[in-house]
């Protein structure tokens, strides 16, 4: 309890202290913060009243400081801000946006400076202490490790989604507008929430900036980054699927619509077109096709355990790969995951595209409880319509080998996948079709290629 309440008032410091110095970096210039410091110093040297230079130098570059400061205080332009960002970008893959900045005043605006914000998500104390327990801190010295303000800072940083620098802006001249094209580099998956835009404009001295604040939201979201996978050389069944595509979405007993007919007895209700029997007066049934086509599954397992969140990231990865893969035009995928409950979604031949699922996957969450059972009986439903399962995860364990093990029962191809702790572990092939296969999440491309090429000379 003494050890919850110390830590909570310790990020309330880590919060003070990094919004203290952020205000000083986004408010002076390179030059003021350059004679802040300069008059701190020669502070401290004024105290012995031998040094009255110091004192001088110091009353002087603080008047110096404080007329900058006083110089942009009624700085209040008329400008408006138009933000026009893309539905979505890509993690780890450089894209712009475009910002209009329109001038309804009588004066040409000079030397402005543009500074996005997006919204910024403190981490609470369990974040905190679950990081420290992952997060690996290899690079910083004892205190820093000890203190824990670095990682921190890496989690405020990484909560933003994206790091933007500060832009120069043209003139602006009066009653006209200007474009400026910013970049945008996303360090992680998910929404980015963009929530303000300042401007700022530095005092005729050049030591300190004045703000123009304007409110201006928008979001957009953040894809899984993606590695080129070579095609799976799997020799497939195509297998029955009665009721055809619509079957694919669903559990239940959904069908294909073709084409009407005329109420047989012992046709079920379900069947009948309503529409149709208003118009006519008499019952019509709908008439369904029954297909046959290839269905893989993609089965990602959310629970995290003890890894590290870049390891699950490194899953997410690797599943939005293996989405984006080439695939035949006749066969379809489910992604299944779980998170208060398991979920299906289906891609393929007209029944939803790459990119929704991929934003579906953006925003998923690992978990800290194993509920991968309740995968393996949601599975069990429909494994006699697969033609191949892949799996992807961070741990490895006996319901899972079960899981797999009946896969290959059932002579089901199966590839799984898991990303180790060890970063320095080298990857090789499982031995066999349904063990799994390890891929280190700094290498995920060049471990992947290898257990293809190795499924591929298998299957040979």
Same mark, same amino acid.
């Given at each position: 309890?003494?050890?919850?309440?110390?830590?909570?008032?310790?990020?309330?410091?880590?919060?003070?202290?990094?919004?203290?110095?952020?205000?000083?970096?986004?408010?002076? +210039?390179?030059?003021?913060?350059?004679?802040?410091?300069?008059?701190?110093?020669?502070?401290?040297?004024?105290?012995?009243?031998?040094? +009255?230079?110091?004192?001088?130098?110091?009353?002087?570059?603080?008047?110096?400081?404080?007329?900058?400061?006083?110089?942009?205080?009624?700085?209040?332009?008329?400008?408006?801000?138009?933000?026009?960002?893309?539905?979505?970008?890509?993690?780890?893959?450089?894209?712009?946006?475009?910002?209009?900045?329109?001038?309804?005043?009588?004066?040409?605006?000079?030397?402005?400076?543009?500074?996005?914000?997006?919204?910024?998500?403190?981490?609470?104390?369990?974040?905190?202490?679950?990081?420290?327990?992952?997060?690996?801190?290899?690079?910083?010295?004892?205190?820093?490790?000890?203190?824990?303000?670095?990682?921190?800072?890496?989690?405020?940083?990484?909560?933003?989604?994206?790091?933007?620098?500060?832009?120069?802006?043209?003139?602006?001249?009066?009653?006209?507008?200007?474009?400026? &094209?910013?970049?945008?580099?996303?360090?992680?998956?998910?929404?980015?929430?963009? &929530?303000?835009?300042?401007?700022?404009?530095?005092?005729?001295?050049?030591?300190?900036?004045?703000?123009?604040?304007?409110?201006?939201?928008?979001?957009?979201?953040?894809?899984?980054?993606?590695?080129?996978?070579?095609?799976?050389?799997?020799?497939?069944?195509?297998?029955?699927?009665?009721?055809?595509?619509?079957?694919?979405?669903?559990?239940?007993?959904?069908?294909?619509?073709?084409?009407?007919?005329?109420?047989?007895?012992?046709?079920?209700?379900?069947?009948?077109?309503?529409?149709?029997?208003?118009?006519?007066?008499?019952?019509?049934?709908?008439?369904?096709?029954?297909?046959?086509?290839?269905?893989?599954?993609?089965?990602?397992?959310?629970?995290?355990?003890?890894?590290?969140?870049?390891?699950?990231?490194?899953?997410?990865?690797?599943?939005?790969?293996?989405?984006?893969?080439?695939?035949?035009?006749?066969?379809?995928?489910?992604?299944?995951?779980?998170?208060?409950?398991?979920?299906?979604?289906?891609?393929?031949?007209?029944?939803?595209?790459?990119?929704?699922?991929?934003?579906?996957?953006?925003?998923?969450?690992?978990?800290?409880?194993?509920?991968?059972?309740?995968?393996?009986?949601?599975?069990?439903?429909?494994?006699?319509?697969?033609?191949?399962?892949?799996?992807?995860? &961070?741990?490895?364990?006996?319901?899972?080998?079960?899981?797999?093990?009946?896969?290959?029962?059932?002579?089901?191809?199966?590839?799984?996948?898991?990303?180790?702790?060890?970063?320095?572990?080298? &990857?090789?092939?499982?031995?066999?079709?349904?063990?799994?296969?390890?891929?280190?999440? +700094?290498?995920?491309?060049?471990?992947?290629?290898?257990?293809?090429?190795?499924?591929?000379?298998?299957?040979?």
């Amino acid at each position: 309890m003494i050890r919850s309440w110390i830590l909570t008032r310790v990020l309330r410091s880590f919060r003070t202290v990094s919004r203290l110095s952020l205000w000083f970096e986004m408010r002076f +210039t390179a030059l003021g913060r350059l004679l802040c410091t300069g008059a701190g110093a020669a502070a401290i040297f004024g105290i012995d009243p031998n040094q +009255t230079v110091a004192l001088q130098l110091a009353a002087l570059l603080f008047a110096a400081v404080t007329v900058a400061m006083l110089t942009s205080i009624r700085w209040r332009p008329r400008l408006e801000i138009q933000r026009v960002v893309p539905d979505t970008v890509t993690v780890d893959v450089q894209t712009t946006y475009v910002v209009t900045i329109v001038n309804h005043g009588a004066h040409a605006e000079v030397g402005l400076i543009l500074a996005d914000c997006l919204a910024t998500q403190y981490p609470n104390a369990d974040e905190f202490r679950r990081t420290s327990r992952t997060h690996s801190e290899g690079r910083t010295n004892w205190f820093d490790q000890y203190v824990g303000f670095p990682r921190w800072l890496l989690m405020v940083r990484k909560s933003r989604g994206a790091r933007l620098e500060p832009i120069s802006i043209p003139i602006i001249p009066a009653r006209g507008s200007v474009n400026v &094209t910013a970049p945008l580099r996303a360090i992680r998956r998910g929404k980015l929430v963009f &929530t303000n835009v300042e401007l700022r404009r530095p005092d005729p001295l050049g030591l300190f900036f004045a703000r123009h604040k304007i409110e201006q939201y928008a979001e957009l979201v953040s894809l899984p980054k993606r590695y080129p996978i070579p095609p799976l050389s799997w020799v497939s069944e195509r297998h029955f699927h009665r009721g055809g595509l619509a079957l694919a979405t669903t559990v239940g007993d959904s069908e294909e619509f073709i084409g009407l007919r005329e109420y047989r007895p012992g046709d079920p209700l379900r069947h009948i077109h309503w529409r149709s029997f208003a118009k006519r007066g008499q019952p019509v049934v709908k008439v369904h096709q029954d297909e046959y086509f290839d269905r893989h599954a993609l089965v990602i397992d959310t629970f995290l355990g003890h890894c590290a969140p870049s390891d699950f990231e490194a899953v997410i990865s690797i599943a939005a790969s293996f989405i984006q893969s080439e695939r035949p035009s006749d066969s379809i995928l489910d992604l299944v995951f779980i998170e208060q409950n398991v979920w299906r979604l289906t891609t393929g031949r007209g029944l939803s595209n790459n990119r929704q699922i991929l934003l579906q996957l953006a925003q998923l969450e690992a978990t800290q409880t194993d509920k991968f059972s309740d995968i393996t009986s949601y599975m069990e439903r429909y494994l006699d319509r697969l033609a191949s399962v892949i799996m992807v995860g &961070t741990t490895w364990g006996l319901t899972r080998q079960e899981f797999v093990n009946e896969l290959r029962h059932r002579q089901l191809r199966c590839l799984a996948l898991i990303t180790p702790d060890d970063p320095d572990l080298v &990857t090789y092939p499982a031995t066999g079709l349904g063990q799994p296969n390890t891929v280190r999440p +700094t290498h995920i491309a060049e471990d992947i290629g290898v257990i293809t090429q190795a499924l591929v000379g298998h299957a040979t």
